[in-house]
């Protein structure tokens, strides 16, 4: 196998995140439609801040390489290179990079609705019922119990009573 295959079949399998895994376990892991559009523009916002910020550091490192080069000096030549194997290895990544980055933009592309701030803040108490009571509920399936700390959450929402257990258990057996 030549060297450019090599590089080549690296750079073919670059993406730290599937298209599958962006979707089903980051994307979707929320449990209403606002909050999985925030998290898909979370990602977003966050791989484009890494994307502009590495590629004016490979500038930069660009030129410090040719500072480097122009001094003449045999350790630099050598401090050159090893820049460069670096710049190699983040252009790899970068691919991947991109990769998510298009993949989140058409799931965020797909969503039949845009939310705004205000839509998002709106659905918060929907999100934090449905989440809380579906772990509750996986905990309990689980384990056979549910913890303190996860009725405690469930309490600070107002979805549980810490005077009386009544009515608990249909809530979080789904027999509500």
Known sequence: ???????????????????????HFVVNQHDTEPQRYRQCLIEIQSISYTLRTVKLELRKTALEIAQLRASGDEIKEIEAQIKEVGMEQTQLVMIGAERELEALTNIWLDFPTHYTHEQIEADQRDYWHERLVRQARLEAMGSGRVGWAQLDA???????????????????????
Do not use: K
């Open 1 to 23: 196998m030549t060297s450019t295959a090599l590089q080549q079949a690296l750079a073919e399998i670059q993406q730290p995140r599937s298209e599958y895994q962006l979707q």
């Open 154 to 176: 469930l309490r600070h929402i107002g979805e549980l009573d810490t005077t009386t257990l009544t009515g608990a258990t249909p809530m979080l057996t789904g027999d509500a």
